[in-house]
């Protein structure tokens, strides 16, 4: 899952958004 995170991280290409194991996007 972790790595998964990464992906969309990279995709949205926002370093500063993160989403949760429930798939909730989370702005750090």
Do not use: F, H, Q
Not at 1 to 8: F, S
Not at 16 to 25: F, H, K, P
């Amino acid at each position: 899952m972790i790595n998964n995170v990464t992906l969309v991280g990279r995709l949205t290409k926002d370093p500063d958004l993160r989403y949760t194991a429930s798939g909730t996007a989370v702005a750090t």
